[in-house]
């Protein structure tokens, strides 16, 4: 494509043009949250709306998040298609009955006749010292959890299609956007993360990771950030030689286990990067996905670039300690050919 | 506002179905549970939380709901379900888990949920505000007619799920009524062993929602406080709030030894029981006489027996059933 016809965006402003597409054409779509209709939303995903589409569709609530969450599951069953925003993955402690208990488990005790077709979208990662409330990724929290689907776009184009697809869902969403990918100054931004984005409205389709960059000799399977820490290891190893292969999971629950497998047989070594916690995470799912299928694929023993089992701190240097990085990545080759 | 008498009969009918219902349950449940008690024996395994004596808050608010109105109730949900006119053999083939229950047996007592009559209930206290307000708002957004009703117990008006949702259906607006039965126990700690506040409807005050106690678990009564809560929600003048004092004539669950009531107090509640006291009444005013009271008991008796066939003779799901419907 030439430059001349690239149109770039932000994660915020696709996931923004989403909803407003949907909105167009499906008068049950509305939105609710705190901060999401004057402000525009704190990580800038739905500005615009309120001005479009006025405030009763793009509804500022009280900070009450049992109460707006519970409503959703409420609305979804009664025929609408509510997105709601839990601002910060991390104040799931404050709703969860209404996510996991509710959202997540009336269509299965309904035996399928009521559907619950949400979005809740909420905001992921850290990186900028907002400390150990305001910077969990919880993937492996969420996607624990059956009977809701969870996605992580890395990318604008993949948060547009992602959107319009969870919108359409007959089945929850948990959308989880990562904070430094959302372009959003402020939070510092992973320019990466921008990339072309039709105007035209479009799906990604749940449950298949993509290949983003073809190798040889090792995959690299992460999600969200850790896509952008592993492209960034990768062009690293390259330089001496090392040819890597990057998977980005995109979505955890359908979870595609072929391509991570496909993958892994064709290289032979794992490293996941996932900067949730260590244990009893996504890492670990991943790579008991490829072992449990055929250990004989491996060359060497997976190795895993992960958050410490700790709370997440506040000093600039602890946090960079902690937090995955393309070099923590680069090291992690390092022992598993050393190994 | 005052019940016709073809109200009444639905009314009184339905308390007796409700009541037969559960003394049938009650039977089933310690087949093969006795001599030793274990949950998980019998064909209606589990937890058990009986309704009766609490009838007269499912039938007075009902009375005033259609099909269309959504009602979520609580993880003792028969007498609200027979009221808002759940399928009676799929609700009794769900708490067998059996197949043909309504929803294959996924569910079981407490997860009875009824899309043809908007009928949704849940395991855990105060967990319906939620989505009540949710529907009512949903109807509200759409300009479709319904009100939404939320039934809890007294003990669910201390979670913070009650604040939230009476806030949110204040601030908006919506036709939303939250009924609180009132029995006076949560499991085994008293009403005045749970919050300062004596009666519940004073509460509405901090949500600027009108709040209205009801004495004496008297169908007339309640059937008057729900048509004015439903009347209001139906005009679009907003959410109100109803406590009803009611009596929980059975344990918390099935296999409670209820060692917590103070003594003399089952009795003195079995002596207050709501269906003989609206039979007398019935009687008493006219609004029925002997032989009408019979035709509705029999009508009760045959519902009871008809769904406790149809779910005896139901068959079990198949276990690998389990891992369907997780999603839409």
Redesign the interface.
Known sequence: MTQSNERKLTIARAMAEAIAQEMRTDP?V?VMGEDIATLGGVFGNTRGLVEEFGR??IRD??I?E???????????????R?VVELMFADFFG?CF??IY??MAK????????????MVLMTSTGGGYSDAGQHSQCLYGTFAHL??M?VVTPSNAYDAKGMMTAAIR???PVVYMFHKSLQGMGWLGTEQGASVHTPEEDYTVEFGKAKVVREGRDVTIVSLAMGVHHALKAAAELEKSGVSPEVVDLRTLVPLDRDTIRASVAKTGRLIVVDEDYHSFGVSGEVIASVVEHDISVLKAAPQRVTAPDAPIPYAREMEQFFLPSPAKIVDAWGRMKAA | MTPSKEQLHWMYETMVTSRRFEETIEKIYLEGKQPVFNMASGPIPGEMHLSNGQEPVAVGVCAHLEKGDIVTATHRPHHEAIAKGVDLNRMAAEIFGRATGLSGGRGGHMHLFDPEVNFACAGIIAQGMGPAVGAALSRKMQGKPGVAVAFIGEGAANQGAFHEAMNLAALWKLPFICVIEDNSWGISVAKKDSTAVARNDVRGAAYGVPGVYVEGNDPWKIFEAAGDAVARARAGEGPSLIEVETYRLAGHFMGDAEGYRPKGEKEALFARDPIPAMRKRLLDEGAADEAKLKELEARAEDRVSAAIDFARSSAAPAPEDALTEIFA
């Open positions: 049950g509305f009763e569709r609530t009280p009450s049992t109460g707006f969450i519970g409503a959703a599951v409420g609305a979804a069953q009664d025929g609408m509510p404050v009955d209404a208990n509710l009336n269509t299965y005790f309904s035996g399928g006749k009521f559907k619950v077709p059956p009977g689907k869902d007959d089945s």
